[in-house]
């Protein structure tokens, strides 16, 4: 917290922002208690969001402004998602038995005495998946129209990650297809949650496009942005179809920071991932809970933020690029409807320009995206009904 406050003392607003997101009403106690013990204490409820708070504290955190009777849902969908995801990562599990947990996570997660002993890629993912029978018994108590949307996604889940446990990423199809899997799936699951909800229109839940590009924005900045750690750990999802264009073997980046083509394959990324913003302005626009639009937009926001800084940055191939607390706070604190979002976006848009050579081999791309992503917006502010009519016609044929 020090630190962070240090890094944001020249911007008062950070700093307001910090304060209140670390001691404010949305604000997650942490406990230094280690999960196992809370396994054994805790009801199975409150085990669940101790674990969450674990695994995920911003998540934690933006959770906790839902309305009330969908954090459950969105809780236990997280944690299920997670116990699978760490399954795919655990690289001790031998080939056999990682396609059987994925492809039949789904069924055993309907078992109110499932649980897995040392299976998960780091402590806490082993503890929770040691005690996920706390996490069945919620799931299983959850109304059906919640329970099924989560096991629906959990299975579709399950199986294209096992389709990719012996498949690599070599396309930008297969790069799309891995991340509709484990993203985009997500954001379809979560429109099916909010019209199970009530909270949002029952038509939400057939966005299956504009909801998996919600979900394909954030993954693909976080494969970018997570180029080193996930080279050290051999799981790298960067489709050979972008990085062979500027070396032949994708370990060079790390060797060569600064070199024009380490950068080139960066900011091809990027450019990459820039395609799906103006389906994302879609998604948030047709949003009407006003809790429902934070919870889906602070996420979309920061992923830009982040986007912006890894353009172009050598520090990816040395290490960690991270937004500043402070700004992730105000983000979290000042984000209320599209105009926010937007002012967010076009500064972030900016940076990426400043940042543009024409020497890049991505530059006219990159410069055509961020100029599709100016009009989506100019389409949202001069004609907003329009295109929420248009959404809406498009949804009831
Ligand atoms: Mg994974």
């Known amino acids: 917290m020090v630190r962070d406050l240090f890094n944001s003392a020249s911007r008062p607003k950070e700093l307001a922002a910090l304060w209140q997101v670390k001691f404010g009403k949305a604000a997650v106690k942490a406990t230094d208690n280690p999960l196992e013990e809370l396994a054994l204490s805790l009801s199975d409820r409150d085990f669940c969001y ?36 760490s399954v795919e990562d655990d690289a001790d599990v031998p080939v056999e038995q990682k396609l059987e947990l994925l492809r039949s996570f789904d069924s055993l997660c309907t078992q109110d005495d499932f649980h897995l002993h040392n299976v998960g890629d780091s ?84 966005q299956k496009k504009i909801s998996n590009s919600m979900g394909l924005f954030l993954q693909k900045t976080n494969i970018t942005r997570d180029y080193l750690e996930d080279l050290h750990s051999s799981r790298l999802f960067w489709p050979s179809e972008i990085w062979s264009q500027y070396t032949d073997e994708i370990g060079q980046f ?43 937009a602070i996420p979309q926001i920061m992923a830009m933020g982040t986007l912006s800084l890894v353009y172009d940055n050598p520090d990816v191939f040395r290490g960690v690029v991270k937004l500043r607390k402070g700004l992730t706070a105000r983000i979290m604190v000042e984000t209320r409807n599209m105009e926010d979002i937007f002012l967010y976006f076009k500064q972030f848009l900016k940076d990426i320009a400043r940042k543009a050579r024409p020497a ?6 990159t410069m055509q995206r961020l100029k599709d992503i100016e009009l989506a917006m100019e389409g949202l502010v001069l004609f907003p009904h329009k ?4 959404t809406l016609v498009h949804t009831l044929l």
Do not use: W
Not at 280 to 291: E, I
Not at 360 to 365: C, G, I, K, N, T
């Open 50 to 85: 101790a674990a969450l708070n674990k695994v995920s504290r911003s998540f934690a955190v933006v959770i906790q402004q839902l309305p009330e009777e969908l954090r459950d849902p969105v809780c236990i969908f997280y944690l299920i998602l997670r116990g699978l995801d």
């Open 123 to 206: 402590h806490d993912y082993r503890v929770l998946l040691n005690h996920f029978h706390k996490v069945s018994r919620v799931l299983n108590h959850l109304e059906p129209g919640y329970k099924n949307t989560i096991l629906d996604i959990c299975r579709e889940m399950g199986e294209g990650m096992a389709c990719f446990t012996e498949r690599k990423v070599n396309s930008i199809r297969d790069y799309d297809l891995y991340c509709y899997y484990v993203a985009g799936l997500v954001g379809i699951g979560l429109s099916g949650l909010f019209s199970a909800s009530g909270h949002e229109l029952p038509q939400l839940r057939d």
């Open 254 to 296: 790390a060797l060569r920071p600064e070199h024009p083509d380490s950068l080139a394959a960066l900011n091809h990324m990027v450019t990459d991932a820039l395609r799906h913003v103006p389906d994302c302005f879609t998604y948030m626009k047709t949003l009407r809970n006003s809790d429902v639009f934070r919870f889906c």
């Open 360 to 365: 890049d081999p991505s530059y006219a791309v």
């Open 387 to 390: 295109n929420e009519h248009a």
